[in-house]
């Protein structure tokens, strides 16, 4: 079982940046899309940003385009989120999970920010922003 190590959370004042990083203790092909979700508490999980480990190709949440930036190391057991211009109501725990399968398309049903699609999760890891 492939286990995912997240690290790089903290706090940072708004407006502040924060980057997170996700390794998996061993490089599988599987692994078709990697993301970042984020949880605050009492409320539901919420898709970040994904990547395609195959090329790279990202999705956004519409609530962080053009501040977060998701990204991958080439051995592509690492994943990055770059946090820029961070606002007080994105403090949350932040997760990576990973999306394991073996089909041909990158096609994910219900969209690849959908944690129901990914089937190993990080342990999370707290980002605080202060006011």
């Known amino acids: 079982q492939v286990e995912l190590v997240e690290s790089g959370g903290g706090s940072v004042q708004a407006g502040g940046s924060l980057r997170l990083s996700c390794t998996a203790s061993?490089?599988?092909?599987?692994?078709?899309?990697m993301a970042w979700f984020r949880q605050v508490s009492g409320k539901e999980r919420e898709g970040v940003a994904a990547?395609?480990?195959?090329?790279?190709?990202?999705s956004y949440a519409a609530s962080v385009k053009g501040r977060f930036t998701i990204s991958q190391m080439n051995a592509k057991n690492t994943v990055y989120l770059q946090m820029n211009s961070l606002k007080p109501d994105e403090t949350a725990v932040y997760y990576c999970?990973?999306?394991?399968?073996?089909?041909?398309?990158?096609?994910?049903?219900?969209?690849?920010?959908?944690?129901?699609?990914?089937?190993?999760w990080g342990q999370g890891t707290q980002v605080t922003v202060s006011s």
């Open positions: 990547i395609y480990t195959g090329d790279g190709l990202t």
């Open positions: 061993a490089f599988t092909a599987s692994i078709q899309w």
């Open positions: 999970a990973a999306m394991f399968r073996n089909v041909a398309t990158k096609y994910v049903q219900g969209g690849v920010l959908n944690e129901h699609a990914y089937n190993v």
